[in-house]
């Protein structure tokens, strides 16, 4: 079965520096997601990556998909304290009917 | 157009009690999820069903808990004689395609679980 592990599992920074979320996968990936969860909230989507090498970028968040579509990756610029909370990567597989996610990675920012 | 919307956001129950969770889906979505999220750990994936049909339950335990997405109203997960293992946010999710191509999920906010 497919796995997807992260790192960091947690990450504090100060506000207005960059960070890096990494998702590995152990089999290829079809579908990546990213998401992010407020504490004690439901999950936002964030973006979808399909191919390899693809990038997509929204406001100061920028995610990658690497060539042989096994791992993946959040950078943020310049983060805010509205970044906070634990980023979640799912994927789904080949000729599988469900997401499957990582650990996720809990992120604060402080002042 | 609303979210998928879950009841209720917080549920408490005594061990041995029986818990029902609701969840709406979006709109037009006739794919629903749920998932697991126990304290300090990632989403673990339950089960997946369209209307009045189950298509995967591979994470589903195999005893006391049950799902249900009937033609009419929302999807259930119920669960029996709840133990304090039990206690765990659940999330539902919901899409209006299934699993080939771009698999969007909209989530709702979670019912939170706590078994004394």
């Known amino acids: 079965s497919q796995e997807l592990e992260q790192s960091p599992q947690s990450l504090i920074v100060q506000e207005g520096k960059n960070l890096t979320i990494n998702c590995t996968s152990s089999?290829?990936?079809?579908?990546l997601y990213w998401y992010k969860q407020k504490y004690g909230e439901g999950l936002i989507f964030l973006m979808m990556?399909?191919?390899?090498?693809e990038e997509k970028s929204h406001e100061k968040i920028t995610a990658k998909l690497d060539e042989k579509k096994q791992q993946s990756s959040l950078h943020i610029t310049a983060s805010q304290p509205s970044h906070a909370g634990i980023y979640l990567c799912?994927?789904?597989?080949?000729?599988?009917?469900?997401?499957?996610f990582g650990t996720g990675t809990r992120l604060q920012v402080f002042p | 157009n609303a979210g998928v919307m879950q009841n209720p956001r917080h549920l408490v129950r005594r061990r041995g009690q029986e818990a029902r969770l609701r969840c709406s889906p979006v709109?037009?979505?006739?794919?629903v999820y749920w998932y697991r999220q126990l304290p300090e750990e990632g989403l673990k994936f339950m089960v997946y069903?369209?209307?009045?049909?189950?298509?995967?339950e591979s994470g589903m335990p195999k005893e006391r808990f049950s799902a249900e997405f009937p033609k009419e109203g929302p999807s259930i997960l119920r669960i029996q004689q709840v133990v304090r293992g039990d206690s765990a946010a659940y999330f539902c999710?919901?899409?209006?395609?299934?699993?080939?191509?771009?698999?969007?999920?909209?989530f709702g906010a979670g019912s939170r679980l706590t078994v004394l």
């Open positions: 999710a919901s899409s209006p395609t299934g699993p080939s191509g771009a698999n969007v999920l909209t």
């Open positions: 089999k290829t990936l079809y579908g």
């Open positions: 990556l399909q191919k390899g090498g």
């Open positions: 799912g994927a789904d597989g080949y000729n599988t009917d469900k997401l499957i």
């Open positions: 709109k037009g979505h006739s794919h």
């Open positions: 069903l369209q209307k009045e049909n189950i298509i995967d």
